[in-house]
């Protein structure tokens, strides 16, 4: 697994969602997978309540870790990584795998066709936007499906 994308991939994914939510979701993987050696963090919840003072520790080591350059930054961020990959979104994890997949571009294609009809069904000021970016979603597709034809 290639360490730079999953480090771009958790960094787009916090500035999506938050780092907050992020680090509550690499935490609640990291621990379910058994943790690590290196990597201490702290249990997320008790007796399901919410430990904020320990998400927001988790999420500073989290981060720190993932723009940090040292040695032990990266090591600590090779032995988050299952955690990390478990948490992302499936879109974002299917990007991880290098080799993008038919099915994860009719995924793409398929959302960004539902946002174009929603835009053109309400009228949204956005709708030539969302057309443009639901053409571009089928016409990445285009080399995938050339490949396969030709291979057939």
């Known amino acids: 697994m290639d360490i730079n994308l999953l480090k771009t991939e958790l ?3 916090a500035a999506e969602v938050g ?3 992020v680090a509550i979701e690499v935490s609640r993987y990291f621990l379910l997978l058994g943790g690590g050696p290196r990597v201490r963090l702290h249990q997320i919840e008790h007796s399901g309540v919410a430990d904020w003072r320990a998400i927001n520790n988790n999420r500073q080591q989290i981060f720190r870790w993932l723009r940090g350059d040292s040695r032990a930054s990266a090591q600590k961020l090779q032995e988050l990584a299952p955690a990390i990959q478990a948490a992302l979104p499936a879109e974002r994890r299917a990007k991880l795998d290098g080799d993008v ?3 994860y571009l009719v995924s793409i294609a398929i959302r960004e066709f539902a946002a174009a009809i929603i835009a053109i069904l309400l009228d949204d000021r956005d709708m030539s936007q969302r057309l443009a970016i ?3 979603a089928m016409a990445a597709m285009a080399p995938v499906l050339q490949l396969r034809t030709t291979t057939a």
Do not use: V
């Open 11 to 13: 960094e787009s994914w």
């Open 19 to 21: 780092q907050e939510h």
């Open 101 to 103: 997949s038919m099915l």
């Open 134 to 136: 639901a053409n571009s």
